[in-house]
């Protein structure tokens, strides 16, 4: 009898052990309150739900080769990482997962996230910071015949009827564009409050420094004269600094896909870049919407690499802004770079599209700042985190996003409990009418069955997904087959006159094998599906695999150890078993 | 004692053209299928592009929800009331780059919080899934079902014998024909989700397939002089009752599944309640006289004489002689 009690006492122990894993705890996690994510201690069933039972996001990033070829993709990725990680860090997310799939994929899961569209721009904004002078030798102007050449070979007839060539005007031929602006003395429109190339927007530690007073450069553009019959040259419009013009969206949209192209990219201007305005320009009183376009020095003159921290500002008369400050070394840089270039014109590069741009007063140090133009304080601090925690090595692509939110998933979990417990009713009812006390038997085993599946998925920190929790639903119906088989088995030796205990014995054996073949077939079914499976498939996959194992032992230790102690007494193992 | 389909002679394997042609037919009406409306109904996640389910706050028009999408240059989305009337379910191609499924996903749901208003539409479920991520997930399941199926031989070779590892893969081989033609006459789609079905499903007909030869396994040990054909009827009519009973809770808690658990679940559940029928036959039907067939190829060298059990397999012997 010593190994009836021992066994008895393993189920116990067995029990109390899962119990005590699934038993609600106070654990510490971020939490949204009122709108804020606090760290805070709450009382939870230490079952981690996945993304599509608690709402949430998940997204695949992979690195954008369209750009130019990645030499080692698996180490730029570790380094992306640990950037994806520290933003989202800040970005104050629940329990968020960072992980490489393969060489060149990252997986992202946000779990709690309700404004996806802002933390995946948080997550893949590549951040990269530059400072670049403008340029002020007219390059674009002289390489305007050539572009307009190329570009002529590429769209024959770019020249819209009624434009009729304006040598030496700076006023457009065509009604309705920047013409008036673009004279000298000008004045820009009401709207430029909020354009990128704000005035006094990139100042120095004495937050005087610089200032953008473009009067002066203003007349040399204006009074250039230029070809206007290309499709550069009648597109593009000088503004107001050296090396910033004004593009209207439509001919954006057309200047972006020729400069896309290589034969263009050839003849542009030697050591200089194109980068255009992060914002648009509104013109309400002629209804046109106009983009900056900047010709730039090619080697910037400082990069966010030396920036060691950003906040984001709130400036009655700047509007939202971002401060940084750099490390000893940039900011050593940063003062002798702008020092040589004092009255020139600095342009902001953030991920090659022009922040701001103004005139170097003097020589800046460790600190400067980047107004936002007429963006929300939301977008000043998503900013400052991008930028603190770094720019991402290589420049990563969503390839795949899920997004589920909070109210499906209760569902979700509603319906699914609904379904378990259905499913538990039923073939607790079968088993009972058809096997009678061994039947209750089985379904003794069948609900530490579930009990154990539960604990090992908390033990192991699984995750539960839905299709993890239609796992389960089916391997309830699945677990009782074990049961059956021995029950079928133990009918059929007492069927040859064996005596209970003989029976129940043989019944056990010779079920034994086919157990043991279909429980190790499905596992390694199991173990393909988690090799092969993504997010949710392979929470299905952990969930049938941990309850094969259960399924395995309650069959024959438990059922085994019921049947024990219940013919332990002589006098039941004389009269007939009730199977 | 309760007892159903207890001490059973039936002559399972006598049928066994019949059940052939049956089952031909349906995949042939699969097949039909197939090639009359194209392939395999794969979900966003295989072919890329976007998935989204809508709750609207009103049962709103369906055209009217085709005519919003058409407008802001969605084109041949899919929209299909998903549960409810207040839910739909609407599915598009993304553009040709690798961003535009996340990006068609976000002008699908400003198009439609523009026209329903911010408050009366809310996207509850969002997948958006990239071309090459699709394709590699289509490659990962094939592979998938490919290596759980020699894995599978390889064990069952080790277990049994290579005989019965071939029967059994095959019969799964048949399983997935069989499940594929059923998911086209459905009209299912095949998401990571239903593949997983298959996989389970696979599973679980196999289960099925070994028990019946562990039957035999075991009757040959007892080396009886009699038919193969014979042993593997008494094997499925000796493990009748544990198949009735068995399928029994497993149906019950795939029809819970699928009255219950909701949309998203369905396509699965109709998988596994399907597949519950399928592994029942398959496993009398399928590769029970695959066994057979591969035995009168291959004979296996027994002590009894050869030339009658050969004899044996072509007559239609009397079965059960117990």
């Known amino acids: ?579 | 004692m309760l007892r159903i389909f207890h001490d059973t002679r039936f002559d399972f394997i006598r049928w066994w053209r019949v059940a052939a042609a049956l089952t031909v037919a349906f995949i042939l009406a699969g097949l039909a299928s197939f090639a009359v409306q194209g392939g395999v109904n794969y979900s966003v996640e295989f072919t890329g592009g976007t998935l989204q389910q809508v709750e609207f706050r009103q049962p709103p028009r369906v055209d009217d929800v085709r005519a919003t999408l058409d407008r802001a240059g969605i084109e041949g989305a899919e929209i299909q009331q998903f549960g409810s009337p207040t839910e739909f379910s609407i599915r598009a191609r993304g553009g040709d780059e690798g961003a535009g499924a996340e990006a068609a996903s976000r002008r699908i749901q400003r198009a439609l919080q523009k026209r329903y208003g911010a408050s009366e539409v809310r996207v509850v479920r969002t997948e958006a899934v990239g071309p090459r991520v699709g394709a590699e997930l289509r490659r990962g399941a094939i592979v998938a079902i490919l290596i759980s199926s020699l894995i599978t031989l390889v064990y069952l070779a080790i277990r049994f014998e290579w005989r019965f590892g071939l029967a059994a893969v095959l019969s799964s081989a048949h399983d997935v024909l069989v499940t594929l033609a059923f998911l086209k006459l459905m009209h299912l789609e095949v998401s990571l989700t239903v593949v997983a079905g298959i996989l389970t499903l696979l599973g679980y007909s196999l289960n099925d397939t070994i028990i019946i030869f562990d039957r035999v396994r075991e009757d040959l040990k007892q080396k009886r002089q009699e038919p193969l054909r014979a042993t593997l009827n008494r094997a499925i009519n000796e493990t009748l009752p544990r198949s009735v009973l068995t399928h029994a809770t497993v149906l019950a808690a795939t029809v819970a599944l699928l009255l219950f658990a909701g949309e998203v679940l369905r396509p699965f559940a109709w998988v596994m309640t399907f597949g519950i029928f399928v592994a029942t036959f398959s496993s009398v039907y399928v590769a029970g006289p695959l066994l057979l067939l591969i035995e009168r190829r291959f004979p296996r060298a027994l002590p009894e004489p050869r030339a009658a059990r050969a004899a044996a397999l072509r007559t239609d012997a009397p079965v059960g002689a117990r």
Not at chain 1, 95 to 123: C, H, N, T, Y
């Open chain 1, 1 to 579: 009898m010593s190994n009836l009690k021992y066994r008895l006492l393993v189920i116990a122990a067995l029990v109390a052990a899962s119990l005590w894993a699934l038993f609600p705890r106070t654990v510490v996690e971020r939490v949204k309150r009122n709108g804020v994510f606090v760290t805070d201690t709450v009382q939870r069933v230490p079952l981690r739900r996945g993304l599509d039972l608690q709402g949430g996001m998940h997204l695949t990033l992979e690195i954008d080769q369209s750009k130019g070829a990645v030499v080692n993709p698996s180490e730029a990725l570790d380094r992306a990482i640990t950037v994806v990680r520290n933003r989202i860090d800040e970005l104050g997310v629940a329990e968020p997962i960072v992980q490489k799939a393969g060489d060149d994929r990252v997986l992202v899961e946000l779990p709690g996230v309700d404004d996806p569209e802002r933390a995946q721009a948080v997550v893949q904004k590549a951040a990269f910071l530059e400072f670049q002078i403008t340029d002020e030798s007219n390059a674009l102007e002289r390489a305007l015949p050539r572009l307009d050449a190329i570009a002529a070979q590429v769209q024959p007839g770019p020249v819209a009827p009624g434009a009729t060539p304006a040598a030496g005007g700076t006023v457009s031929p065509r009604p309705g564009t920047l013409g008036g602006l673009l004279t000298p003395g000008a004045a820009r429109p009401d709207t430029a409050a909020r354009d990128s190339t704000g005035r006094d927007s990139t100042r120095g530690d004495s937050g005087r420094s610089v200032a953008s007073t473009d009067s002066a450069r203003r007349s040399d553009s204006a009074g250039r004269p230029r070809p206007t019959n290309g499709a550069f040259s009648k597109a593009v419009q000088p503004g107001s600094l050296p090396g910033q013009y004004f593009v209207t969206e439509p001919d954006y949209v057309r200047l972006q896909a020729l400069l896309d192209r290589p034969d263009i990219q050839a003849a542009m201007p030697p050591g200089k870049v194109l980068r255009w305005g992060a914002d648009t320009i509104a013109d309400p009183t002629r209804g046109v919407i106009y983009r900056a376009l900047y010709v730039l020095d090619g080697r910037p003159i400082m990069t966010g690499e030396y920036l060691t921290d950003a906040r984001p500002e709130s400036d009655p008369v700047e509007g939202n802004k971002v401060t940084f400050t750099l490390n000893r070394e940039g900011g050593r840089r940063f003062q002798n770079e702008t020092g040589r270039h004092i009255r020139d014109y600095m342009a902001v590069v953030l991920d090659q599209r022009v922040m701001t741009a103004a005139q170097i007063q003097s020589a800046i140090g460790t600190s400067g700042q980047i107004t936002m133009g007429g963006g929300t304080l939301q977008r000043a601090q998503d900013l400052a985190i991008v930028l603190r925690a770094g720019a991402l090595p290589v420049p990563l692509k969503v390839a795949e996003t899920r997004e589920v939110g909070a109210s499906l998933g209760a569902d979700s979990i509603r319906n699914g409990l609904l379904a378990l417990g259905i499913a538990v009713a039923l073939i607790v009812a079968v088993m009972l009418v058809y096997y009678r006390l061994s039947g209750a038997f089985a379904v003794g085993a069948l609900l530490l069955y579930i009990l154990l599946t539960l604990a090992m998925l908390a033990g192991f920190n699984a995750t539960l997904t839905l299709p993890g929790l239609a796992g389960l639903v089916l391997s309830v119906g699945i677990a009782v087959d074990g049961n059956v088989l021995v029950f079928e088995r133990i009918r059929e030796e007492l069927d040859r006159g064996k005596p209970v205990r003989t029976a129940v014995d043989e019944g056990f054996r010779h079920a034994l094998n086919a157990i043991v073949d279909t429980s190790v077939t499905t596992a390694l079914t199991a173990v393909v599906l988690y090799q092969y499976g993504t997010g949710p498939v392979r929470g299905f996959a952990v969930t049938l695999l941990v309850g094969i194992v259960a399924s395995f032992f309650t069959v024959l230790f438990v059922t085994r150890t019921f049947f024990m102690a219940y013919l332990a007494s002589p006098t039941r193992a004389q009269r007939p078993l009730s199977i």
